[in-house]
């Protein structure tokens, strides 16, 4: 074994051992690591890391735990299938810590992710500040979404949706006729209500702001429904004649107002474009009777250090921390007085708090003191939550657990790693045990036991290069990690580009950003630093992304981490900034950004439909002779519309089955076994291929079968360029991680880059690769700026932005403490300035 060339062997509590592990591509390994100790896995991407320590280690922990609960579950999993290992012995339970995958659904906060907001409940309805005479209020009646708390004018929301004059009758200069209440329906139901209007005596032909306020309130705002008579087809003078001499109508007509009439509809359309038509002429404004705070008066009524609940939930969490801390330690004003008077509620409030500032400190230790309970979870980067949820582990003071974890160095600037690997060494002290899977060799070079999986990706790696202490790594042969971990030689130095012109970007105020004045140079790229929570993203991702897409006219595609996330939970629609362009702007032809959203939520879309490579696919299929004789054409090959799919999944090749109590699980189809095409379809080949083989290939064996089809190829060649030959064509969007999500998009973008002068704005490029996907990364970037684009990355690994042209370092500390630009120049500038956390870092890389 591998331990066994080690002068002494290292002392662990315990193993665990695993014998036969074959999930995906691992080969049949057997290993064994220690327990209570920190493990990283490392490796190039696809080599089986997560393989092993997710889909192996943790995958069999869960199904252990599953099947002591539920004999539901157990025969699930005979469907589903268990991992594939023959055994694994000495495992402890799990606690996995992913990356989320996909977009968060859920409806949470940092308070109550954490559970901090249920502490700050008891802590207000236990020790807060109430107003004479009131009654004590119980923690839930703090809380928005309780009956109990929320306010009853907005139940919660804190929004109102409203209409207006103006919001209605967009125009007022138009008379009835020519359709001045916009608000009403188009076509029939508006010609209607105005018909209705002339039988009731109103003038439809002046303009809408010559009717006397009443009337025009009337009509807009009236809850009244009278019916009238109407006499389609004839004038207003002859309808007063008519309705005179009680002729017999045309039909009988009910008014509704155009506030009744916007109501009604968004509350029971079904229809969401209809839904989208109307809401167009409401205005939405923070709800009148809670000022948008959610919670009912009598909660708001009580305070804590001067704040009521909703106000201290949008601190900073740091601020939180310094504002409790007195009163954690029993040495705020008046502390002696309370515990005269009222013992029991100085010693709760002496034990809330402190409690409360226990649990903040870690969160501050972990970098997120820039966070605020009340900030909504899918605004945050999904390294943000993870590490909440660490926390959260951290102080729920689980021991004999083991946490498997994910790159938790993503999003984390190099100063920030050091707590964070703090927090890894508190969980270790406690008596858990570590599986980590990273690249970051900061990390890597603090484990106890690497796990180094390789030598390449997908049927080139799967095996056990070194499993041992760090040191040992360096004497192992053919290891990507070893040679970057132990790299003595300083990387190559090089000559940053002359800038071929400068944007600028002034007056950005978004989040921490004051009315900051920015440049970035083109045709160059640039990499911009700083701590999380500095404001990288507030001015890359956000400020500059949304100005250069109204410059261009094109929708803006990166507004937040999740789309359409502020919106579905009702808050605040951010005020896009005002930010104004200048330089050298014109020079630009084009934005694009690309980011780490997912690229699809449903596992209908995946790499080869996104690419677009997949079209030329269906056409060579099209194009066989047993296609042509039975007339399938290229859409008979879509597993998305009828015709080749399998009609029993309708062409997803897996089915949901639904769980008591616990998450619904999908398990393969029963009619196509997971081939999402009918057999008809598949008695099709290319080359002795089916469409579902095809979809199943990795892009590398794709790239060997369609060597001679230039369309397919080119794509595929360019996906292994961004380091994703391991991945299957068909691997639905849903499985795939952030980073893949965004390499798939550079590799769509870097077969379109053509003409004109395209500016890339890319969020963490190099999340999820190891140093050598690192290196391939950068070239490709440079390949783009010598076409004559320019690009622009938030970026923390320091491999990245030595080789960069130029640095704009953002910060120096988070939230408050951040939002300046710190330092800005050529990476070797940049590592000299004063002040700049990233300068020691980006130094050290120089070297
Ligand atoms: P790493 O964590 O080292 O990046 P993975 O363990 O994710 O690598 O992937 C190893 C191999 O297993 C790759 O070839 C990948 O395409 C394949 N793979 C990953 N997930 C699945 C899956 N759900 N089904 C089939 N193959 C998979
Ligand atoms: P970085 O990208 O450097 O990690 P961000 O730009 O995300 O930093 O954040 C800068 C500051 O703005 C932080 O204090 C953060 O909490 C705040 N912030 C970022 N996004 C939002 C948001 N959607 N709502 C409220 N505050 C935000
Ligand atoms: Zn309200
Ligand atoms: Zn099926």
């Known amino acids: 074994p591998y331990w066994d060339t080690m002068s002494t062997p290292p002392a662990f509590s315990g193993y665990v051992q695993v014998r036969g592990a074959r999930e995906h591509n691992l080969k049949d390994l057997s290993l064994r690591v220690p327990r209570d100790a920190l493990v990283v896995f490392t490796g190039v991407s696809g080599s089986g890391k997560s393989s092993l320590a997710f889909g192996t280690l943790y995958a069999e922990a869960q199904r252990r735990y599953l099947e002591s609960v539920s004999p539901y579950a157990r025969r699930l999993f005979h469907q589903v299938g268990a991992p594939d290992v023959d055994a694994i012995e000495g495992l402890p339970p799990a606690v996995a810590l992913q990356q989320q995958r996909g977009a968060p659904t859920a409806r949470s906060s940092v308070g109550s992710v954490t559970t901090l907001s249920n502490l700050v409940r008891m802590l207000y309805s236990r020790a807060g500040v109430y107003p004479p005479g009131q009654d004590i209020i119980y923690a839930e009646g703090f809380s928005p979404n309780t009956p109990e708390g929320a306010c009853p004018s907005c139940h919660g929301l804190g929004r109102v949706y409203e209409v207006t004059e103006a919001s209605m009758v967009p125009d007022p200069s138009l008379t009835i006729r020519e359709r001045a209440v916009a608000a009403w329906p188009q076509a029939w139901g508006g010609q209607n209500q105005r018909d209705i209007l002339v039988s009731l005596g109103i003038n439809v032909d002046v303009p809408w702001h010559t009717l006397p306020q009443d009337t025009r309130d009337w009509i807009l705002f009236s809850d009244e429904q009278p019916v009238v008579p109407v006499y389609p087809g004839l004038t207003p003078d002859e309808t007063r004649r008519a309705v005179n001499r009680g002729a017999e109508p045309g039909y009988m007509g009910t008014f509704s107002s155009a506030r009744r009439h916007i109501l009604h509809t968004f509350a029971s359309t079904e229809s969401a474009s209809m839904k989208r038509r109307v809401q ?17 008066p009598d909660a708001l009524a009580v305070t804590f250090a001067g704040y009521d609940i909703a106000d201290f939930s949008r601190l900073p969490l740091k601020q939180v921390a310094a504002l409790l801390r007195p009163y954690a330690s029993g040495h705020e004003d008046g502390h002696a007085g309370l515990l005269e008077q009222r013992p029991e509620q100085a010693l709760a409030r002496q034990r809330v708090t402190a409690d409360l500032v226990a649990r903040l400190d870690v969160l501050l230790n972990l970098g997120l003191g820039y966070l605020q309970l009340e900030r909504s979870t899918p605004t945050l980067s999904p390294g943000e939550l993870q590490r909440l949820r660490l926390a959260t582990q951290l102080y729920s003071n689980l021991f004999g657990v083991v946490y498997v974890l994910d790159e938790p160095s993503a999003g984390l600037h190099p100063a920030d790693t050091e707590a964070l690997l703090a927090a890894l060494a508190g969980l270790k002290a406690a008596g858990n045990s570590l599986f980590v899977v990273e690249h970051d060799l900061d990390v890597v070079r603090r484990a106890d036991w690497i796990v180094d999986v390789g030598p390449g990706a997908g049927e080139h790696g799967g095996e056990i290069l070194y499993s041992g202490p760090p040191e040992g790594l360096r004497r192992v042969d053919g290891s990507r990690t070893a040679e970057y971990l132990f790299r003595t030689a300083p990387q190559p130095a090089r000559h940053p580009r002359i800038p071929a012109g400068w944007l600028e970007l002034h007056g950005v105020t978004r989040h921490n950003l004051q009315d900051l004045s920015a440049r970035f140079p083109l045709g160059a790229l640039t990499c911009v630093t700083g701590v999380s929570g500095s404001g990288k993203s507030s001015l890359v991702s956000l400020a500059l992304a949304e100005t250069l897409a109204a410059h261009f006219g094109q929708e803006n595609t990166g507004q937040d981490r999740a789309p359409g996330a502020e919106e579905e939970l009702g808050e605040t629609p951010v005020a896009p900034s005002a930010a104004r362009l200048g330089g050298d702007v014109a020079a630009l032809t084009r934005l694009v950004q690309v980011n780490q959203k997912p690229i699809g939520r449903t596992p209908r879309s995946n790499m080869a439909t996104y690419t677009g490579l997949f079209d030329h696919v269906r056409k060579l299929f099209a194009a066989t002779p047993l296609a042509r004789v039975r007339g399938y054409g290229a859409g008979r090959f879509s597993f998305n519309v009828k015709g080749g799919r399998c009609e029993h999944c309708q062409g997803e090749g897996w089915v949901m089955v639904e769980l008591l109590f616990l998450p619904s699980v999908y398990a393969p189809c029963p009619v196509c076994h997971g081939a999402r095409y009918n057999a008809a379809t598949l008695e099709v080949q290319l080359r002795g291929r089916n469409v579902a083989e095809v979809l199943g290939m990795t892009v590398d064996a794709a790239w060997t079968f369609f060597k001679d089809d230039p369309a397919v190829f080119r794509s595929l060649d360019t996906l292994r360029e961004v380091g994703l030959g391991y991945l299957r064509l068909g691997q639905p969007a849903t499985e795939l991680s952030g980073g893949e ?44 700026v010598e076409a004559g684009h320019t690009v622009i990355a938030v970026e923390h690994d320091m491999q990245l932005v030595v080789g960069s042209d130029w640095v704009i370092d953002v910060g120096p500390g988070a939230g408050d403490e951040g939002g300046q630009l710190v330092a800005q120049g050529a990476p070797a500038q940049v590592a000299q300035a004063r002040g700049s956390r990233t300068a020691p870092y980006l130094a050290r890389a120089l070297d």
């Open 280 to 296: 167009g002429y409401m205005v939405s404004a923070a709800c009148p009777v809670c000022r948008g705070k959610r919670l009912r």
């Open 741 to 784: 999500a965004q390499r798939i998009k550079l590799a769509t973008e870097l077969q379109r880059a053509g003409r004109g002068h395209t500016l890339y704005l890319l969020d963490e490029p190099t999340t999820g690769l190891h140093p050598a996907d690192v290196e391939r990364l950068a070239r490709q970037l440079d390949r783009l």
